[in-house]
């Protein structure tokens, strides 16, 4: 299979909130001592900023094909059947996903109007996160569906 790119816009991202993250929490610790006192808004910034960074995350490891799996009955079957069967979860995966993204939409619709408890926007920003990454893993998982018609199924041996 090829090796995917070493950047990507999903690992990029994830990174980049991964960086403001840590700013974001030093400014909570650093704002329990008596250097000074931190915002009220550092405490759900950072749980947002996790949650958009792990799902942004979840979507890199799909780009990578890094999920964990046990492959050791699938590399028993020729290569033919091998393909098929890996189509076949991949196609169970993108339904699964399409209905996460459908729930996804949904759930930004409706809380749309939320107020935030300390932030300037609403609850949908954070709910919109899994939104995101659901599309971001179907794009993944077409474009594997895709790349699967005219290149042969070998996988790396599993655990």
């Known amino acids: 299979m090829k090796q995917p790119r070493k950047y990507s816009i999903e690992g990029t991202v994830a990174s980049v909130i991964f960086i403001v993250l840590i700013g974001v929490v030093l400014i909570q610790v650093f704002g329990r001592t008596p250097l000074f006192r931190g915002p009220v808004w550092t405490e759900e910034a950072a749980r947002w900023l996790w949650v958009w960074m792990a799902f942004i995350g979840i979507a890199e490891v799909e780009r990578q094909d890094g999920q964990l799996r046990m492959a050791f009955l699938a590399d028993l ?24 993204a459908w ?5 930004v619709l409706r809380t749309w109007d939320n107020v935030t408890v300390t932030l300037p926007t609403t609850d949908a920003l954070l709910y919109a996160s899994g939104f995101v990454a659901a599309l971001l893993i179907l794009h993944r998982i077409v474009r594997r569906l895709i ?11 599993s655990l």
Do not use: C, F, N
């Open 147 to 157: 790349g699967r018609r005219d290149v042969s199924v070998t996988r790396e041996p």
């Open 77 to 100: 079957l020729p290569e033919g059947s091998r393909r098929v069967l890996y189509t076949v979860i991949d196609l169970v995966y993108l339904g699964i996903m399409a209905h996460l």
């Open 103 to 107: 729930i996804g939409y949904k759930t």
